[in-house]
């Protein structure tokens, strides 16, 4: 069954570093977002993808922030300058389509930690 | 706004126990409903949906039935099992155009042998 990768799986910097999480959506998906989990609390949405741009994305996707899908299969996320808050698990999902019926698939997720 | 409350853990059960996680949604329109697990060390995995009202998602033995009169997703399984000691994370996807979903802060069950 396809599946989301994402990588690393561990993810270790210093605050101020610059960070890009890498994710492959499941191949004929059209939709991608990031969501992040902090240690012990609820995932949160970050922002979602659509047609090579930022269809929606939430406060805490600040200037800080980047996505990019670079070539087609891969669809990464940049922090520029990390922060201890940035410590968290971070989940990429894609979907194939925007109706009712489908599902989004989430993969493994990153674990970044901010020294 | 939308949002997705659920009961506060963790849980403990025996093995076999009976088990239910309440979860209640707010939201505008007819959002998909949605059980998400997360065993330890791992990522998320959908275990079960409703997409409209009076839908039973079921997997795993698990199932969960789309209230809308009272607004609520609860998770029930007859029988739990050690394996099944995961968080649960009750969540919603409005029907909007870009669908982000929208999760509760999460029920972490332990089952006791």
């Known amino acids: 069954e396809p599946e989301v990768t994402q990588t690393p799986s561990h993810q270790v910097t210093q605050m101020g570093q610059e960070v890009i999480l890498r994710c492959v959506p499941i191949?004929?998906?059209?939709?991608f977002y990031w969501y992040r989990q902090i240690l012990g609390q609820k995932v949160e949405f970050l922002v979602s993808?659509?047609?090579?741009?930022?269809?929606?994305k939430s406060e805490i996707f600040d200037d800080q922030f980047s996505v990019e899908r670079p070539d087609g299969s891969n669809f990464t996320l940049k922090i520029r300058s990390t922060k201890l808050e940035d410590s968290a698990m971070y989940f990429c999902a894609s979907r194939e389509r925007l109706v009712v019926q489908e599902t989004q698939y989430f993969g493994p997720g990153t674990r970044l930690l901010v020294l | 706004g939308n949002s997705v409350t659920q009961m506060e853990g963790p849980v403990t059960l025996s093995e076999e126990a009976f088990l239910t996680i309440n979860c209640t949604y707010t939201?505008?329109?007819?959002?998909?409903l949605f059980w998400y697990v997360q065993y330890p060390g791992e990522g998320l995995q959908l275990l079960l949906k409703a997409t409209k009202a009076d839908d039973k998602g079921s997997n795993k033995g698990f199932e969960a039935t789309y209230r809308k009169e009272t607004t609520s997703f609860h998770l029930e399984k007859g029988s739990v099992q050690v394996s099944d000691s995961a968080v649960y994370f009750c969540?919603?996807?409005?029907?909007?155009?870009?669908?982000?979903?929208?999760f509760g802060k999460g029920t972490r069950l332990h089952i006791l042998p």
């Open positions: 969540a919603l996807s409005p029907l909007n155009r870009d669908d982000k979903i929208i």
């Open positions: 939201a505008t329109g007819y959002p998909s």
């Open positions: 191949s004929n998906h059209l939709y």
């Open positions: 993808f659509y047609n090579n741009e930022i269809s929606e």
